[in-house]
């Protein structure tokens, strides 16, 4: 035997996540986080505070002071909550705890629809089990039928929602998802709700009456991208498991110091600059509807889908090359597939997106 036969399998015919990072870039307009940077009086203060951490000891197995604030925040019981290195942590989690086949299987099954993100794929087939992808419609709708006869037919471990959805930014009705968990009770449901202050709709109301469903949250979108927060929350039950695997040092001395600082003394700050996103992501849209060549996807999350041209052209491929020789950076989906002709724009600061626009007519060329 060879090392490649030691591989798992299903990950095998996979490539490793590349984040492009040319140089020269103007316009960060790619990764979905919040372009605003902290006021250079509120960055020094949090060094000051950082500089105390104390480096040589191992960070706190458990994050009470950052556990005690989002439980307050969000209402619910501290011990309700798994704290992981990002979601993609969780998601991880969620994999491994939950993998056991059900009778008469010989792999868990793992409901997502498709497009959304990509770490649900990468988290399932890296635990052994196995994806069941819904596609989305040509307007990147759900078919909430199709999921509950989905639920029903192969009956999978675990169902992930994003809440609004990544790539395309769409928001599925929450309240269908709560329905097929009271209809489906022995499979959970995971609402990942990474751009709730974008969407601003959430099931977190439901979890009293729903013990297999699992809200998912993160820091990241709302300008703590770099610290890598993410939390569930979760009924007694589940949370129980995903304790048992969460490593005991997952999250550094310093991102739990920063988040914990943050939270106090500049949650306001970063909620009002999420609101002024909004503003930007409207603007943006609008202003791209105007180029004829050009379909925006309906966003309630901090991005925008767009298709250029007609899918399979290689119009937005050409698109992004142009987008990034001239210093802005945009994500880029176009190849075989739902996301055919897509890339996707997150909405920058406005003189950002004012570049963008500024460029966009040379970067796009002639109609074909």
Known sequence: MSISDLVTRGIRPLVAYHVPRPEGIRAKLDANEL?????????????RELAEVELNRYPEADPVELRALIAADLGVA??????????????????????????????????????????????????????IEITLDDEMELDFELVDDAL??????????????????????????????????????????????????????RLAELPNLVIMRTLSKIGMASLRVGFVVAAPAIVHELEKLRMPYNLGSLNQRAAVWILRHHKAWFTERARELLGERERLAVALRAFPEIKVFPSEANLLLVRIGRAGDGRAAALY???????????????????????????????????????????LGPAA
């Open 321 to 363: 090359r142009a987008l990034a020789a001239r210093g802005i950076m945009v994500r880029n989906f176009d190849r075989p597939g739902p996301l055919a002709g897509c890339l996707r724009i997150t909405p920058g600061t406005p003189a950002e997106n004012d570049l963008l626009l500024a460029e966009l007519p040379a970067a």
């Open 78 to 131: 501290p011990g309700a909550l798994v704290f992981g290195n990002g979601s993609d942590e969780l998601i991880a989690l969620l994999c491994a705890a939950f993998a056991e086949p059900r009778k008469g299987a010989t792999r868990a099954g793992v409901l997502y629809p498709d497009p959304t993100f990509v770490v649900y794929r990468l988290a399932a087939l890296g635990h052994g089990l196995e994806p």
């Open 152 to 205: 029903a037919g192969r009956r999978p471990n675990l169902a992930f929602f994003a809440l609004p959805n990544n790539p395309t930014g769409t928001l599925w009705a929450p309240e269908k998802v709560a329905e097929l968990a009271a209809r489906h009770p022995d499979t959970i449901f995971v609402s990942d709700e990474a751009y709730i202050q974008y969407g601003g709709r959430t099931l977190l109301p």
């Open 35 to 47: 372009p605003y940077a902290l006021p250079p009086e509120a960055a020094a203060a949090l060094g």
